[in-house]
């Protein structure tokens, strides 16, 4: 029995001898655990917020690219789309951010992507790309319990500005072939007539899409990227359309902008078109290719290759019925051709001025020669008198011969809201003495581009017809400046047209150390 006794006391004091042995153990591994859970835990931050400042960087280059070639403007975004305090991508995971912008001329981007080097203005020269490097510090969770309260980090993005190929474009060109076009330009945009300089544009737009897929022959039965066409107003007879796109045959015969039956069939009857070229992408032999194609129809209409290609006709500025025959054409284009998108490009002075038999001269109307507006049946709106048309003559619902200017903003933003992308080019758009059919009766209306109402000018209409107020240019040469600060130093014609080209895609980025 004492023996028993001593035993199970000597178990008792070596048992409880050890309770103070464990609770030593189970201190340092739980110390362990923590310190080990408190590393993994500011493991995950600092990997979180280095990855915030990873996508930050990418947006500030992403944003500064869309903004070149102006490379003001680039930095500006750069800044925006940083991570810095009270910009866009702002994390309290990241502190002291700057991003600095770095503009470069890269071999690979101009030769790989088609985006060649650009100044501010459009021209040769400048920049093609941008590297943003961006510094920050992440603050530290736990550091500070080994001495380390902050990690200071960067990260570098390269983007390519907007340009190259992307995806498939069917671009309809609408140009002003009235007789304003004929008048010389006196050399600030070419030495030539207007409508000669306007083609150097249409031929500067050619000369950087992509007509085909990589490596391919561009042909009429080659799959096309960029398909494009040209609408000129006025309309000519559909049996003389040939002589704009066969090199040096002449002018092809003008009609007056016809409408069947208005307003159930406002379409120009078959025997006349708005069409001078259907779908191409024969303009260039590849998409590589650093010439026009001169046997292209739509290159011979340009002015390519030595050839005089459209030429002006005698019928006044009225395009509302050419912007419906070219929307009308893209919308076959597009569905023949599923996953592709839709642009328009219009080009012209904005002043919308035909003349109509009967025109209701009292409120604005013309009715001079020549009459540009016929209905071959019925009766056009703003024609006639209260006893005559009691319900049109004061009406500039289209087609109408009052609110022409109006009318023009309706039917593009009527092709925007169907999806078309609306680009428009006010060449020569005046800023007074214009739109004299809309001082009083005219649509009142405010857009994406612009604000339209009766006693607006040749330029508002042009502003207002733009899917987006990015999408208007100007030449500025009669006072019309384009509303984005971005465009109003782009008023080269064939810097506009490369411009909307550039516009057409997205940035995109590149591997740093791209050369």
């Known amino acids: 029995m004492k023996i028993r006794r001593f035993g199970r006391s000597l178990m008792h004091r070596f048992v409880k001898g050890e309770r103070g042995q464990a609770a030593v153990v189970v201190m340092i591994a739980a110390s362990s655990m923590m310190a080990l859970a408190a590393a993994s835990v500011e493991t995950g931050h600092v990997y979180y917020a280095y990855q915030r400042l990873v996508a930050s960087t990418n947006a500030a ?19 925006k ?34 985006v060649a080097c650009q100044t501010s203005t459009g021209g040769a020269g400048g920049y093609n790309a941008l590297s943003v490097t961006q510094t920050a510090t992440i603050p530290m ?92 107003f006025p309309a000519v007879t559909s049996g003389t359309v040939y002589k704009d796109y066969t090199c040096n045959a002449g002018t092809p015969t003008a009609v007056a902008y016809t409408f069947p039956d208005p307003p159930s069939n406002t379409t120009l009857p078959s025997s006349d078109t708005f069409q001078v070229v259907t779908w191409s992408n024969n303009y260039k032999t590849t998409d590589s290719s650093t010439t026009l194609n001169t046997s292209s129809h739509i ?36 569905a023949a051709n599923p996953g592709s998108q839709n642009a328009m490009i219009i080009l012209g002075d904005g002043d919308l001025n035909a003349c109509a038999s009967n025109a209701n001269t009292t409120a604005g109307a013309c009715n001079t020669t ?99 107020a990015a999408n208007f240019y100007s030449d500025d040469g009669s006072g019309c400046e384009a509303t984005e600060p971005d465009n109003q130093n782009i008023t080269k014609l064939t810097a506009i047209f490369r411009a909307i080209t550039s516009n057409l895609s997205t940035p995109r980025l590149i591997p740093s150390g791209t050369t």
Not at 215 to 231: E, K, M, N, P, R
Not at 376 to 395: F, H, I, K, Q, V
């Open 81 to 114: 789309y940083s991570a810095g305090s009270g910009d866009y991508n702002a994390t309290p995971m990241l502190t002291n951010a700057v991003a600095t912008p770095a503009f470069l001329c890269l071999n690979t981007v101009s030769n790989s992507l088609n």
């Open 299 to 334: 290159v011979i209409a340009a002015g390519g290759g030595g050839c005089s290609g459209l030429t002006t006709r005698f019928e006044w500025t009225y395009y509302p019925q050419a912007i419906d025959a070219a929307q009308a054409a893209l919308l076959v284009q597009q």
């Open 61 to 79: 280059a992403l944003a500064g690219a869309a903004m070149m070639p102006n490379t003001t403007q680039a930095s500006i975004y750069v800044t």
């Open 141 to 232: 969770w736990f550091g500070g319990l080994i001495g380390m309260h902050q990690m200071n980090v960067s990260y570098t993005a390269e983007a390519a500005m907007a340009g190259g190929q992307n995806s498939p474009w069917n671009i309809a060109i609408v140009l002003d072939a009235t007789p304003s076009m004929a008048y010389y330009d006196n050399g600030m945009q070419c030495n030539g007539t207007q409508l000669t300089c306007a083609k150097g544009g249409v031929q500067a737009l050619l000369d950087d899409l992509y007509p085909c897929g990589l490596g391919q022959t561009c042909a009429s039965s080659t799959t096309y990227v960029d398909s494009v066409s040209l609408f000129v």
């Open 370 to 468: 020549p009459i540009s507006l016929i209905a071959s049946e019925g009766t056009l709106n703003g024609t006639g008198t209260a006893t005559s048309n009691p319900n049109g003559y004061r009406s500039f619902a289209y087609p109408s011969a009052l609110g022409e200017c109006g009318q023009g903003v309706l039917e593009a933003q009527a092709a925007a809201k169907a999806g078309t992308t609306i680009y428009t080019i006010g060449y020569g758009a005046p800023v007074t003495g214009s739109c004299n059919t809309d001082h009083t009766y005219s649509a009142s209306v405010t857009t994406n581009g612009g604000t339209w109402g009766p006693g607006k000018q040749g330029c508002d209409a042009l502003a207002a017809m733009a899917s987006s």
